[in-house]
Structures are given as C-alpha cells and as structure tokens.
C-alpha cells in the first residue's frame, strides 16, 4: 500500500520539483497538495494522509500554528522542510517542531533531480519513516510536579551530564534545558542528529528558553558550569579528564557524525563514577551499547520512557542492555537534574 503524502509548498517550481521527486518513488503517492497553511489544516482533516510534508513558512496561516491546529484536531506525522538557514527564520523552523512536528529535514532543490542526491535520498527516506509513526505526542510543558527517583541520600556529585537524541529530541532537550534551575552547577554536552546546515537555528532556538548558555562546542575549549555544549555538524566529540573538549573528524559510528556512541564512550572513560549519561528518543541504536559502559562505572544513566518518546528506539536499544539506571519521562529528568544540582551546590 503507498504511503499518502500531503505536500504544503507555496513556491510553485519547488512545489512542482517535490511532486515529480515524490511520484518518483512508488513507496509514495500525492494524497494532495496546499500552497498554504489554512488549505493544509483542511486537506490534514478531509485527507488523513500519512503523513505531511510542510514548509515552516506557509503564507496566510504558517507551519508553527498549521501543525498546531493539525496536531489537536487530525494528528499526524508532519515533516518540517525546509532550505532557509537563517537562525532568526530557523526559530520558526524549530517552534514548529515543538508545536508537534515530528522531523526536520533539508529541501530538495529544484536543481536536484536524481532521487539518489543526498538531500532528494534524505527527504524521501524520512517521509517514509515518519510515516510509520502512528501516535504522534505533543510535549507538553510542565504542569505538575514531576516524581523523580525518591533516594536523595544516593544522589551522585557528578562532573558532566551527557545527552544523546536523535529523531524527537529537540522538543525533549528544549524542554529539559527551559526547565533547570537557575544557575545551573554543571555542564552539559549534546549530541543532537539533525539535518547538516541546521545548528545555529538549533542553538539559537535552545537559547531563547534555556536556563544555561547554549553554544556550538570548540575544539580544545575548556567546559564550564551553566554552560550546554552542542556537538558541531560533522563532528564528533569528546571530553578530556580535565573537561577540555576534543573535536574529531575519525569515522562515522551508526552512519552519523556526530555520533552519541563516541561522546558516551569518551564520558565512560573519562568520568569513571562522575556523569549522567542521557539518551532521549530517536531511531537506531547510537549510544545505546556505551550507555552501559558509562553505568558500569558507576555513574547514573537515564533513558527516555517509552510513553513520552516520539520514537523508542535509541531508548529501547538501551533498555534491553540494562543500560539504564532511571527510565524517567522529561518531566522527571528536569526533576532528577534539578535534585544533582541541588547535592552539587551543597556539596
């Protein structure tokens, strides 16, 4: 059975090269196409595609309050696409995101014919997946109080957190980093897959709530408290036992770079008994085998839980490793973080 796709593209030669690229393909099937967000949240609800493909910037109604209205009314998987790099119009890419969209990916140009062009290859695989996703959660912002683990008395005095996501983690660590306590008392390093040209809007967007100073992590630059430490594009990075950060261009590890399996690996070694290691949702396996490591130190590592995962499989490669020490929604992450810092303090 073809996947059904509504496509909401304004710009009609790009409209046109994304119904020729998606017809390509005999996975796929145009269920129906919008130039705008008003048409998008109508056909969303007639149509019941498998999934959307939208651009964030649609005029009359745009992407960040068409996924909205879609997610409350119709919900499904919706595709962010899109080729402004731009940060301040990223913000919009990304609040999108959090209004319920599932994945962000780059925009085939009308220049890109071949289907197996990197970018074309990307598009098409990521509506494909996304498609498969059947219930799609928005993330709510905190409206109670979280439960996290009740033994205060074993809270550790750790050095660095470690967070690991891929496919639904930019909803998950906006809210985390939004939800810390003021003055934060350690650092934090991110490894976030996302789609090559993307960061600096990721980075901007973070900053905009966070409760610490999110930045791109330098080569050779010494991490600090409050500080949250991105991974760069095509990158991979580790930390030294004195907190200087190492940025490596060595092979792809589960066909990324950055790789969350390289950070975990670098956290386990250097941090034997003093990290948090996080893996948060997203698809594959990265990261899952080196979240053992780091708890077989004796550091404390926290999975996301399945119900609050857009996708379980990151999280759910762990959980079969006995990887994770806590398997706590992102509420009760905030909640665990927020008691470490506390212990931190008062140490």
């Excluded at 009314?73 to 913000?91: C, F, G, H, K, W």
């Excluded at 004796?298 to 806590?326: N, Y």
Aim: hydrophobic letters at 40%.
């Amino acid at each position: 059975m073809s996947i059904r796709v509504l496509l909401a593209e304004d710009a009609p030669e790009i409209q046109e090269h994304l119904i020729h690229l998606i017809e390509s393909d005999n996975r796929f099937q145009i269920a129906g196409v919008v130039d705008n967000g008003h048409d998008a949240v109508k056909l969303a609800i007639s149509l019941r595609p498998d999934v959307i493909a939208m651009d964030a910037s649609l005029p009359g109604l745009n992407g960040l309050d068409a996924a909205t209205q879609i997610m409350t009314t119709a919900p499904v998987p919706i595709v962010v696409i899109s080729t402004n790099l731009d940060p301040n119009n990223q913000n919009d890419v990304f609040k999108t995101l959090q209004a319920g969209a599932v994945s962000l990916v780059g925009k085939p140009s009308p220049g890109s014919d071949n289907p197996k062009n990197e970018t074309s290859r990307l598009f098409l695989q990521t509506l494909r997946l996304m498609s498969e996703i059947k219930v799609v959660r928005r993330l709510n912002r905190r409206t109670t109080a979280a439960k996290g683990p009740d033994d205060n008395s074993s809270l550790p005095l750790p050095a660095v957190v470690a967070i690991g996501a891929s496919t639904g983690g930019p909803q998950v660590i906006e809210a985390i980093l939004a939800g810390l306590n003021d003055r934060f008392s350690l650092p934090i390093i991110i490894v976030q897959h996302i789609t090559s040209g993307f960061l600096d809007g990721f980075v901007s967007w973070l900053n905009m709530s966070s409760k610490v100073v999110v930045v791109e992590g330098r080569h050779n630059e010494k991490i600090l408290p409050g500080y949250c430490y991105v991974a760069p594009d095509d990158f991979h990075v580790t930390i030294t036992p004195d907190l200087i950060l190492k940025l490596t261009s060595s092979p792809r590890e589960h066909g990324v770079r950055p790789s969350i399996s390289v950070l975990m690996r670098s956290i386990a070694s250097s941090f034997p008994n003093k990290s948090v290691g996080i893996l948060l949702s997203g698809m594959g396996k990265d990261g899952a085998y080196e979240l053992a490591q780091v708890k077989a130190t004796g550091s404390v590592t926290i999975i996301q839980d399945e119900q609050s995962s857009l996708i379980f499989g990151i999280p759910g490669e762990a959980r079969k490793l006995h990887a994770a020490t806590f398997e706590l929604s992102p509420d009760e992450i905030i909640e665990y973080l927020n008691k470490v810092d506390l212990a931190h303090k008062n140490m």
